[in-house]
């Protein structure tokens, strides 16, 4: 019995072949459609010698493609690499470098990037154009997404697979740049793709329970973020997997998010936290939808307030609200559903699975009493770790009793009744709408200014993004900054949701004698008196 995400996929196409598994804007697949032209293209990848192990690129916005490239890499035993299309060249040349990518499929418009980082990676040997309406140049010898879907077999002839085959999500590193979470397929499924029951922490009894559960029909869900994250992968995948229609609009804009649920019946929106529930609320207020198919929403990987909350129980009643949290390097760690008369003063408060628990900075497990408090920690189906990183593998993993857990640093506090409170991440990463901004690189990219001698970064709230990011900048000596001239050089530096958007200009940056970053500091200096610069959009 092998929990392969391809199998559980080819179980689901089995199963319901003539229902509609995945729709983009006016575009959709049925399940025996989905499967043919993943089957067709994981063919082509095979004739041009990528196979078990290769590392295949996704460079895109939300799409049929992705979904389909994402299918075939799995078909083959291969590892899809998912490209955060905000990235800037440096970043984009990082990744694929660093992600041992040897095929890529991009959308056009990202032609110019690829261009611009393909001769530093000797690696890369295959480039696949997806067209998205543009008419940019393609890279020199790249080909065309839909030829090579069109000259692969139709057959589903792939060798065994396995559990233990890899799965690797690209997520931010503790020095700014992406690193790989590396997670066993059945790990993974065990910890974020239905093959745990969430609300129980009960296991699915084999790798055909979802699909057979799915047979009689399943809901339409659509997730609100982008592919490139986990949280949307993971949506759509257990979707997948159960026989669910998925819905995509192929990037986040709140009045075509309501018009896809209105017109494709949609049950079930999972989206990022204030982030999203904000515009989309306030895109619902302002227009005249039909929302009478949702019967729940449900947010993950990052903060949902609670007084964000109380307004979308105000304007549906009967919705059912949840709160997942985890992380990429945990999977999913608990979850909460939110009613109308709850406390709201806090932050979001869980019931933890059966694997969790809460760690002392002594690495002990904490006793599970009212008021205590510790690092979630989770043991079981958990990832392998960073790729091609052990050293900063070792860092997210530790042992107690005898048991290894998986603990990426979110603090939380026991309650009476046997829930959490999440307190929030230990680190300083500042979490804008979902997108994890790492201040060490946000300030080396502020430092390779000429004119700027020292800066840190902190978070700063934002009643939408949950928070911004923050800059206090020191400039060097004799230097007049020209704050707009250094907002175009970040920009050039990192991708835009990175870009501090409030900006204090300090006489001295002040730093611990051991030379790290004072960042309370930081905080309290921002916190007493109004920015330099200050912008509402990234």
């Given amino acids: 019995m092998a929990f392969n995400i391809a199998d559980l996929l080819e179980h689901a196409v089995d199963v319901a072949g003539e229902r509609t598994a995945v729709i983009c804007g006016d575009r959709s697949l049925t399940y025996a459609e989905l499967d043919e032209r993943a089957n067709r293209l994981a063919h082509h990848l095979a004739s041009r010698g990528v196979g078990a192990g290769d590392h295949i690129g996704v460079y895109s916005r939300n799409s049929l493609e992705m979904i389909e490239t994402m299918f075939a890499a799995y078909k083959l035993r291969a590892i899809a690499i998912n490209v955060n299309y905000r990235y800037v060249e440096a970043e984009l040349q990082h990744l694929l470098d660093n992600g041992d990518v040897v095929a890529l499929m991009h959308e056009r418009q990202y032609s110019p990037r690829v261009s611009a980082v393909r001769g530093d990676l000797p690696k890369l040997k295959h480039v696949f154009v997806i067209e998205d309406g543009s008419d940019v140049e393609a890279p020199s010898g790249a080909a065309a997404y839909e030829d090579a879907v069109a000259s ?21 590193g503790t020095t700014g740049y992406p690193k790989g979470v590396m997670w066993r397929h059945e790990d993974v499924f065990r ?19 979802l699909a057979e559960q799915g047979r009689d029909g399943a809901m339409v869900r659509l997730p609100a973020a982008p592919l490139i994250h986990g949280a949307a992968q993971w949506a759509a995948f257990g979707a997948l997997f159960a026989c669910g229609t998925v819905v995509f609009v192929p990037q986040f804009d709140a009045d075509d998010i309501w018009r896809a649920i209105e017109r494709h019946r949609v049950n079930v929106v999972t989206i990022v936290g204030d982030a999203m529930a904000r515009p989309l609320l306030d895109a619902y207020r302002s227009g005249s939808y039909d929302a009478s198919s949702i019967v729940a929403v449900s947010s993950h990987a990052a903060l949902f307030s609670q007084s964000v909350k109380q307004e979308y129980l105000a304007e549906f009643p009967n919705l059912v609200l949840t709160d997942a949290i985890g ?19 806090a932050g979001p408060r869980v019931n933890v699975g059966k694997d969790a628990v809460l760690l002392d900075d002594s690495d002990a497990v904490v006793p599970a009493e009212p008021g205590a408090v510790g690092r979630i920690g989770r043991r079981g189906h958990v990832p392998l770790g960073y790729y091609k990183d052990p050293d900063k593998s070792e860092t997210i993993f530790v042992e107690a009793g005898g048991v290894r857990y998986v603990v990426p ?66 400039p060097r000596a004799g230097a007049s900054l020209d704050l707009a001239a250094l907002e175009a050089h970040v920009r050039g530096e990192i991708a835009g949701y990175k870009v501090p958007r409030s900006v204090w200009v300090v006489d001295h940056v002040e730093r611990l004698p051991s030379g790290k970053p004072d960042y309370p500091w930081a905080q309290r200096h921002a916190a007493g008196r109004a920015p330099d610069t200050e912008k509402l959009t990234a």
């Fill in 152 to 172: 692969g077999r139709a057959d589903r002839d792939f060798p065994a697979r396995s559990g233990d085959d890899l799965y690797i999500l690209y997520t931010g």
């Fill in 191 to 209: 910890a974020l793709g239905g093959g745990i029951d969430f609300v129980t922490g009960e296991y699915v009894a084999d790798e055909w329970t």
């Fill in 327 to 345: 992380s990429s390097e945990s999977g999913f760690t608990g979850i909460g559903m939110m009613a109308r008369d709850a406390d709201h003063s």
């Fill in 409 to 474: 640093g979110d603090y939380a506090r026991y309650e009476a009744d046997g829930t959490v409170t999440l307190l929030g991440r230990g680190s300083q990463c500042v979490n804008t709408g979902g997108e994890k901004v790492f201040p060490e690189e946000v300030e080396g990219a502020l430092k390779s200014h000429p004119d700027v001698f020292d800066a840190l970064v902190i978070g700063v709230p934002d009643d939408r993004m949950g928070q911004r990011v923050g800059a206090l900048v020191e």
